[in-house]
């Protein structure tokens, strides 16, 4: 996500956002843990606030000039009370997903839309514990997997003006490709309503997949998480 700070401001000097926003998000997709091969991980929004501990969403930008900037966003969600799952010889698990992204911005101008090209890091932190079903996987410890890594990633984004206030917006990076992660793609499509000279609703819908793995799947200390993180999107932009 990257913000159109330049709405009725000068070019000519740094312009600065801080968004706080929440997703109602759902997770979609399976893991592997040592022995455990494509266990599901599907978590609906129904689930994720009932077992809800601890989430943090936050976006801070910095544009100078119109033209070059950067941008930093984090969101964490802890599930902390186990998440009911009999497939797959899980009975339960317990997901905290931490995820943060440092980019360089450049901005593009044709006629009046906007497009902005995109450079930096995802970085991706991911607890998980789980309870087996001793019927299906006898003898086997309950496994807990802690995990983190980086991708690169490179994406474009769209701004389109509707009206003065009206703002159409589009997005889409990938990145990954076998360095870290086997592949990773973010993208997302919404508009931007600016209620005031510094305050901007934002709402769209995103989603956001990756395909990691590390060791040899099967094997003690193997890990593989392939899931998509998707909902709708809704967040207050404060400019200064």
């Not at 932190?125 to 980086?150: C, F, H, K, R, Y």
């Amino acid at each position: 996500m990257i913000l159109p700070f330049m709405h009725g401001q000068k070019s000519n000097d740094w312009t600065y956002g801080f968004e706080v926003y929440g997703m109602a998000a759902s997770i979609e997709g399976d893991a592997s843990i040592g022995r455990i091969q494509g266990a599901p991980v599907d978590v609906g929004f129904d689930q994720i606030l009932e077992t809800l501990d601890l989430a943090a969403m936050l976006h801070f930008e910095a544009m100078k000039n119109n033209r070059w900037g950067f941008y930093v966003d984090y969101s964490f969600m802890d599930l902390g009370a186990n998440l009911q799952n009999s497939r797959g010889g899980i009975l339960d698990a317990d997901i905290r997903q931490g995820i943060m992204e440092a980019m360089v911005v450049r901005r593009l101008t044709n006629g009046k839309n906007t497009f902005e090209v995109y450079g930096g890091l995802r970085w991706w932190d991911m607890d998980l514990d789980v309870i087996l079903d001793p019927v299906l996987l006898p003898g086997t410890a309950n496994p807990s997997v802690q995990e983190d890594w980086i991708d690169i990633v490179v994406g474009g984004r769209i701004l389109v003006p509707l009206s003065d206030q009206w703002t159409l917006t589009g997005q889409l990076d990938l990145g990954g490709l076998g360095i870290e992660s086997d592949f990773t793609l973010s993208a997302s499509l919404g508009v931007q309503y600016w209620m005031t000279e510094t305050m901007v609703l934002d709402i769209k819908y995103k989603a956001l997949w990756v395909d990691y793995e590390s060791g040899t799947l099967g094997s003690p200390g193997s890990f593989a998480y392939d899931t998509v993180t998707h909902g709708p999107y809704a967040g207050v932009i404060f400019k200064f």
